[in-house]
């Protein structure tokens, strides 16, 4: 088995907090992601809809969770739905989970296949007032595929156009936003998958390797410890490279003399972490190379200490700016007069620092969450400041993962090495 099993308690405790939240008389039905077609008869590997993972920690097509507290029948008021194997199916796909196993993993007493919603859903709905349906409402989102769930919507809403739609986004994004002891485990699992890789590419990144070389042994490692692999898009970027945020190609070769910029990181069971590191190709920072990696380094110290309880993620990403200004005169790279003058925007700095600081991290890598949502205790946040000065193809960022408790955050990668003069001895030992 690829990952340890998941307490399934994990999901009868959600899905007891999402019940909380309903209107009275109400239904919730979500709906697993498809299996995305790409050329051909090619397919992706299923990428579940993160709201059903959250509540059943089923990892299949075809599922349905229907919960409908206030059900007539007890037995009625949550069921889930799988696809039935069948003889094709387990010739050329292997089995799908049988009803005993999707119970045992879910912690839902009632399972039924998935041929059969239709018809359970013609027996529920007339009862209910209220149906709460997902759809992605992340801020940074561009839905242009539309998914099962977009489709079940107009289905929904063309069969029963007289009941009261409701938003389960929203609900889903307060209830996700602090983690759950059972996630934290996970989310830490998969740190430490990250951290594996990332010490076995320092004993071999050296001039003349190539980026994707680089990707292939982070890649290695995090199979050969229980990850499916990147928890997103994997980012080697050597030299200028390094100044592209969403370099993808990973298709150069390093030089001596360049640094390289990695924000690579593992998923396990489900569950993301997100790490940057810049590392010199030859295994010695320049001391320019040096400077600006201190300097990022300490910005992102300081953003640790005002990443607490209370504060809201604007004032903090204008506290961060701060930090970076002053680091920026020092670096010679902003005049300290101009810096004083600029507008309340500060485009001196975004010119070296142009995106957040934070984001939440959880079952999506930019995890959902209430729009401004003051930090709390239980979150997870990255925490990734950057310098990238394109003039001198130099980009540096660093990055780690923090869970926010009462007194202090916990860094998650703590044990991943930052500092410069470690970087280095582990590069040449």
């Not at 899905?15 to 498809?34: E, F, W």
């Not at 239709?118 to 007032?129: K, N, S, Y």
């Not at 759809?135 to 029963?160: G, S």
Request: overall charge negative.
């Amino acid at each position: 088995m690829r990952y340890d099993p998941i307490d399934p308690q994990l999901f009868v405790r959600n899905r007891d907090k999402l019940r909380a939240l309903l209107k009275p008389n109400s239904i919730v039905i979500v709906l697993a992601n498809d299996i995305l077609p790409t050329n051909a008869d090619g397919t992706l590997l299923l990428k579940q809809n993160s709201d059903l993972y959250y509540l059943t920690g089923v990892n299949q097509e075809d599922t349905v969770l229907v919960l409908m507290p206030d059900a007539g029948d007890p037995k009625e008021r949550e069921i889930l739905f799988v696809k039935e194997t069948s003889e094709l199916i387990s010739i050329w796909d292997g089995e799908k989970l049988t009803k005993e196993e999707a119970r045992q993993a879910t912690g839902i007493s009632r399972v039924e296949w998935s041929s059969s919603f239709d018809g359970w859903l013609h027996r529920l709905v007339p009862q209910a007032e209220h149906i709460y349906l997902t759809t992605n409402e992340h801020l940074r989102a561009e839905v242009v595929v539309e998914t099962a769930n977009d489709r079940f919507i107009k289905r929904c809403q063309a069969r029963y156009p007289l009941h009261h739609y409701e938003r389960l986004a929203p609900l889903m994004h307060r209830l996700r936003i602090t983690k759950d002891v059972e996630e934290l485990k996970f989310i830490q699992k998969a740190c430490d998958i990250t951290e594996a890789g990332f010490r076995r590419t320092l004993g071999f990144i050296k001039p003349g390797v190539g980026e994707w070389e680089i990707e292939a042994e982070l890649l290695h490692e995090f199979l050969r410890r229980g990850s499916r692999g990147f928890a997103y898009n994997p980012i080697v970027g050597s030299g200028k490279n390094a100044c592209v945020l969403h370099y993808l190609e990973n298709d150069k070769v390093c030089q001596d003399g360049e640094v390289v910029l990695m924000d690579v990181a593992a998923e396990y069971g489900g569950w993301n972490s997100d790490l940057t590191r810049s590392v010199p190709v030859n295994g010695r920072f320049t001391a320019r190379q040096r400077e600006v990696y201190d300097s990022v380094l300490r910005v992102l110290r300081g953003a640790n200490e005002i990443l607490r309880p209370g504060n809201t993620p604007m004032e903090y990403q204008k506290q961060v700016m701060e930090l970076m200004e002053a680091e920026l005169v020092n670096l010679g790279l902003i005049d300290a007069q101009a810096a004083k003058e600029q507008g309340p925007d500060k485009p001196l700095v975004r010119k070296y620092f142009m995106h957040g600081t934070s984001h939440h991290l959880g079952l999506d890598v930019h995890d959902v969450c209430p729009p401004h949502e003051p930090f709390a205790v239980g979150q997870v946040f990255t925490i990734e400041p950057g310098i990238y000065i394109r003039e001198e193809g130099l980009g540096i960022r660093l990055e780690n993962d923090v869970l926010i408790q009462e007194d202090g955050n916990f860094d998650m990668m703590g044990n991943i090495p930052i500092e410069a003069e470690e970087i280095e001895e582990l590069m040449n030992s």
